[in-house]
């Protein structure tokens, strides 16, 4: 436990809670951590530094989440990601970032459409110099451009805390470059169809990306 979690930061401004929830998740979904693994509050609160609070509120999370279990006289258990739960996510993202496409089709700016045609070059870019993690921080921003500009708060809420949870998935479908070459394929052809204003091909284009970046995930489960 100790070689897969540091202490925290003291730069980092966010909660604890929220900090060790995103380091377990993480090493679940990157496989650091293994089903039937002990998640032992003590042994993590002290690797981080922190007290068993945090750590006990990030446990019930991951027990909300499915990816860990609470067995009598046994403790917390790393639970893991199935094939079923990879593509329950996947089926609400690719229907809400449908929506978040079509309505940014109607509220985003010209300045927000140039940046997005920028971001387009820069992974492309960084596929050229093999610099995945620059490409998924241009991924993310690209996503964030677009789900503020749906102008739908309920709906960046949601499809954020979606986009936090497929932080490690995405590592994993994004990790040959055969797929970030088509992702960005993908990506242009929703920026082009943004920027004509035409909200059915836009949708049904992030939404055939969704469904192309589950199938990719799944195929290197």
């Not at 929830?21 to 693994?37: F, N, Q, S, V």
């Not at 492309?124 to 993690?133: G, H, K, M």
């Not at 921003?141 to 749906?150: D, K, Q, T, V």
């Amino acid at each position: 436990m100790d070689q897969i979690f540091k202490k925290i930061d003291d730069n980092d401004s966010r909660p604890s809670r929220e900090i060790i929830l995103e380091e377990l998740r993480c090493a679940i979904l990157d496989k650091k951590l293994k089903p039937g693994d002990r998640l032992v509050e003590n042994n993590i609160a002290k690797s981080m530094g922190v007290s068993r609070t945090p750590v006990r509120e990030a446990l019930r999370q991951l027990e909300i989440e499915g990816l860990a279990i609470n067995i009598a006289r046994k403790g917390t258990l790393v639970k893991g990601i199935s094939k079923k739960d990879a593509v329950e996510i996947y089926e609400i993202r690719e229907v809400l970032e449908g929506l978040a496409v079509r309505n940014a089709c109607l509220n985003i700016s010209r300045i927000e459409i140039l940046r997005l045609k920028e971001i387009i070059n820069e992974m492309r870019t960084c596929i050229d110099n093999n610099d995945n993690e620059s490409y998924i921080k241009s991924h993310n921003e690209y996503n964030e451009i677009i789900l503020n500009a749906s102008k739908n708060k309920r709906l960046i809420v949601n499809l954020k805390s979606i986009y936090e949870y497929l932080k490690s998935m995405r590592k994993v479908s994004l990790s040959y470059k055969i797929r970030r070459e088509k992702a960005l394929l993908e990506h242009s052809n929703i920026v082009e169809a943004i920027a004509k204003g035409d909200e059915a091909l836009a949708e049904r284009l992030s939404r055939e990306h969704v469904v192309n970046a589950k199938n990719a995930f799944i195929a290197e489960m």
